[in-house]
């Protein structure tokens, strides 16, 4: 698929106490108060969920799932979402090679017509700024990012300070290791700017000198009140973490498999041994996975470990919250 470079502009409508009709591309959208708004509704989400309750809310409207990227959780967890809520859905995973895209059909054409068959747009696609220039061209029904490229990945970010609130009850005063690919995980990106909303949260960054965080974006997080600290060894990472988060690295990001390999070739492994060594018995372990070598299985069993239990899950409750609201009907 040849990639179109997307201009990232800040014309995004702010939240601002009201989701109804907004799109859903960048955490810079919240304040928050949004996030303390949201955090209620997840729960709400989550009670109908475990109890199998039968839910009415999307009765009668068609979501489109516009997947350019491969996805397990979040495509999943979004159809998922729609379904418990009673919605439908127009999936299409692949569509540059599905759809009329393999025909050159624009990006932008894309979007108005999946718009015209839908209440709204969830889209992944490998390039920054898509889910900007989608909500762009999509000019009646919002656009929620589901990933575009190493920029953003919204709703999961929401979906981890779910986790991490559930677990402690709260988002400010919080210290966390953020480790991995640090300068391709939008994970990451969208979970700075979600820790930076709050008070007093530190981070330690652990990566390959190569993958460290871009400076311009390092230089935004820690104007607006985020702690960052940047750390070149497992020895530097603090005893009082509340989470570590792990990321994969993201080899389909490298220009050359050489590049990557040189990288990956240094173990960046969470063991038994690395988490009883450097996490307290409080820390929770969380990763947006896949992990492709990042967490080591021995490690699933421990109570600590979040990342196959209560964070996949919390995809689906903090979906189905997002998609209710944006479309007016929580
Ligand atoms: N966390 C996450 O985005 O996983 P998928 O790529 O499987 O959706």
């Given at each position: 698929m040849s990639q179109v470079a997307f201009r990232i502009r800040n014309e995004l409508a702010m939240i601002n106490g009201d989701f109804c009709g907004k799109d859903i591309v960048s955490l810079d959208q919240f304040a928050r108060q949004d996030i303390e708004y949201l955090l209620p509704v997840i729960q709400h989400m989550k009670n109908l969920a475990v109890n199998h309750e039968v839910s009415h809310l999307l009765a009668g409207h068609l979501i489109s799932l516009l997947f350019f990227e491969?996805?397990?959780?979040?495509?999943?967890?979004?159809?998922?979402?729609?379904?418990?809520?009673?919605?439908?859905?127009?999936?299409?995973?692949?569509?540059?090679t599905v759809s009329s895209v393999s025909k050159g059909e624009s990006f932008e054409d894309t979007i108005r017509v999946f718009e015209a068959y839908s209440s709204a747009i969830v889209l992944r696609h490998p390039v920054p700024g898509s889910a900007r220039a989608a909500a762009r061209a999509a000019k009646d029904i919002p656009v929620v990012n589901a990933g575009d490229g190493n920029n953003e990945h919204p709703t999961q970010t929401?979906?981890?300070?779910?986790?991490?609130?559930?677990?402690?009850?709260?988002?400010?005063?919080?210290?966390?290791?953020?480790?991995?690919?640090?300068?391709?995980?939008?994970?990451?990106?969208?979970?700075?700017?979600?820790?930076?909303?709050?008070?007093?949260?530190?981070?330690?960054?652990?990566?390959?000198?190569?993958?460290?965080?871009?400076?311009?974006?390092?230089?935004?997080?820690?104007?607006?009140?985020?702690?960052?600290?940047?750390?070149?060894?497992?020895?530097?990472?603090?005893?009082?973490?509340?989470?570590?988060?792990?990321?994969?690295?993201?080899?389909?990001?490298?220009?050359?498999?050489?590049?990557?390999?040189?990288?990956?070739?240094?173990?960046?492994?969470?063991?038994?041994?690395?988490?009883?060594?450097?996490?307290?018995?409080?820390?929770?372990?969380?990763?947006?996975?896949?992990?492709?070598?990042?967490?080591?299985?021995?490690?699933?069993?421990?109570?600590?470990?979040?990342?196959?239990?209560?964070?996949i899950r919390n995809g689906l409750y903090t979906r189905m919250a997002l998609l209710a609201l944006i479309l007016g009907k929580a």
């Amino acid at each position: 698929m040849s990639q179109v470079a997307f201009r990232i502009r800040n014309e995004l409508a702010m939240i601002n106490g009201d989701f109804c009709g907004k799109d859903i591309v960048s955490l810079d959208q919240f304040a928050r108060q949004d996030i303390e708004y949201l955090l209620p509704v997840i729960q709400h989400m989550k009670n109908l969920a475990v109890n199998h309750e039968v839910s009415h809310l999307l009765a009668g409207h068609l979501i489109s799932l516009l997947f350019f990227e491969p996805s397990s959780r979040t495509f999943s967890s979004f159809a998922a979402a729609v379904k418990r809520l009673g919605g439908q859905t127009i999936e299409i995973q692949n569509p540059e090679t599905v759809s009329s895209v393999s025909k050159g059909e624009s990006f932008e054409d894309t979007i108005r017509v999946f718009e015209a068959y839908s209440s709204a747009i969830v889209l992944r696609h490998p390039v920054p700024g898509s889910a900007r220039a989608a909500a762009r061209a999509a000019k009646d029904i919002p656009v929620v990012n589901a990933g575009d490229g190493n920029n953003e990945h919204p709703t999961q970010t929401l979906l981890d300070m779910y986790t991490i609130y559930e677990q402690f009850g709260r988002l400010d005063h919080l210290t966390g290791l953020l480790a991995g690919d640090v300068f391709n995980s939008r994970t990451l990106h969208s979970l700075m700017r979600g820790l930076s909303l709050f008070n007093n949260n530190i981070v330690y960054l652990l990566s390959p000198p190569q993958l460290r965080l871009d400076r311009s974006d390092l230089a935004q997080f820690v104007k607006r009140g985020l702690r960052i600290i940047e750390i070149d060894s497992e020895k530097d990472i603090p005893h009082d973490c509340q989470f570590w988060y792990w990321t994969r690295i993201q080899k389909e990001r490298f220009a050359s498999l050489d590049a990557y390999a040189e990288i990956v070739a240094k173990n960046f492994t969470v063991t038994p041994s690395l988490l009883d060594t450097y996490a307290s018995k409080n820390t929770i372990l969380m990763d947006p996975l896949p992990r492709v070598g990042t967490i080591d299985p021995a490690v699933d069993d421990d109570e600590r470990a979040v990342y196959l239990r209560s964070q996949i899950r919390n995809g689906l409750y903090t979906r189905m919250a997002l998609l209710a609201l944006i479309l007016g009907k929580a």
